[in-house]
C-alpha cells in the first residue's frame, strides 16, 4: 500500500520555525518529484513548493520564497519542508504530494498522483 505520511505540524507564534516531514512507503520515490500544497479553511488547496527527484531543481510558490524550504533524502524517502519566519496567513492544513515524472516541476495539484493526509500548521500572533 502506497503511504505518504506528514508529521512535524503543530503551533508556533508568529516569526517561528516548523518542519514538515513527509515520510513514503508502500514504493520508491526516489525517481518522483514532490510537492508540498496547503490549504486553508474554506480556500482552495494551493501549491507551496515542488523539488526533483535528484533534489537538483526547486519551484516555490511567490508567498513562501525565500521563508520556506524544500528538500529530500532519496535514502530515507522522505521529502521536508523548512518553514521560517512564519506568517499568520501560512495557518493551514499541509499535504505532501508525489508526481511520478520526477524531473518537471507542477504547481498544479492535479499533475500530482499520490497524496498524504495532512498535517495542521497553526501561527498565531
Known amino acids: 500500500q502506497v503511504q505518504l505520511v506528514e508529521s512535524g505540524g503543530g503551533l508556533v507564534q508568529a516569526g517561528g520555525s516548523l518542519r514538515l516531514s513527509c515520510a513514503a512507503s508502500g514504493r520508491s520515490f526516489r525517481s518522483d518529484a514532490m510537492g508540498w500544497f496547503r490549504q486553508a479553511p474554506g480556500k482552495e488547496r494551493e501549491f507551496v513548493a515542488a523539488i526533483s527527484w535528484s533534489g537538483g531543481t526547486t519551484l516555490y510558490a511567490d508567498s513562501v520564497k525565500g521563508r520556506f524550504t524544500i528538500s529530500r533524502d532519496n535514502g530515507k524517502n522522505t521529502v521536508y519542508l523548512q518553514m521560517n519566519n512564519l506568517k499568520l496567513e501560512d495557518t493551514a492544513v499541509y499535504y505532501c504530494?508525489?508526481?511520478?515524472?520526477?524531473?518537471?516541476?507542477?504547481?498544479?495539484?492535479?499533475?500530482?498522483?499520490?497524496w498524504g493526509q495532512g498535517t495542521q500548521v497553526t501561527v498565531s500572533s
Open positions: 504530494a508525489a508526481e511520478l515524472d520526477g524531473s518537471i516541476l507542477y504547481r498544479s495539484k492535479n499533475r500530482y498522483d499520490y
